[in-house]
């Protein structure tokens, strides 16, 4: 399994970014593909989450209305959409994936997630 973030950087508050992420290794469309972050000092926090299979989608209910989690299975990447970028969304941002779990569960215990990649830093500051 190997899973290839991308897209990170140093944005204002208010603006937005997309993260990427390259997956490959396992059945893209069979198992759940998410978003979770951590930023200095703090535990683990599930962001989004979703499952092509039925495609139902899951998120933290500090970035409901905000971030879109999507993907796109030709090219076996899953996107977040992130807008109204906030200080408090500064962290570490890692895709991941798990082959025996939910992604209602993944969002509340993140700690679950098997497989992950190298992460993506968002830095939100003006």
């Known amino acids: 399994v190997q899973l290839v973030e991308s897209g990170g950087g140093l944005v204002q508050p208010g603006r937005s970014l997309r993260l990427s992420c390259t997956a490959s290794g396992f059945p893209f469309d069979d198992y759940p593909l998410g978003w979770f972050r951590q930023a200095p000092g703090k535990e683990r926090e599930g962001v989004s989450c979703m499952t092509n299979g039925d495609g139902n989608t899951y998120y933290a209910d500090s970035v409901k209305g905000r971030f879109t989690i999507s993907t796109d299975s030709a090219k076996n990447t899953v996107y977040l959409q992130m807008n109204d970028l906030k200080p408090e969304d500064t962290a570490v941002y890692y895709c991941?994936?798990?082959?025996?779990?939910?992604?209602?569960?993944?969002?509340?215990?993140?700690?679950?997630?098997?497989?992950w990649g190298q992460g993506t830093q968002v830095t939100v500051s003006s």
């Open positions: 991941a994936t798990e082959f025996y779990s939910t992604c209602d569960t993944l969002v509340r215990a993140p700690i679950e997630y098997d497989y």
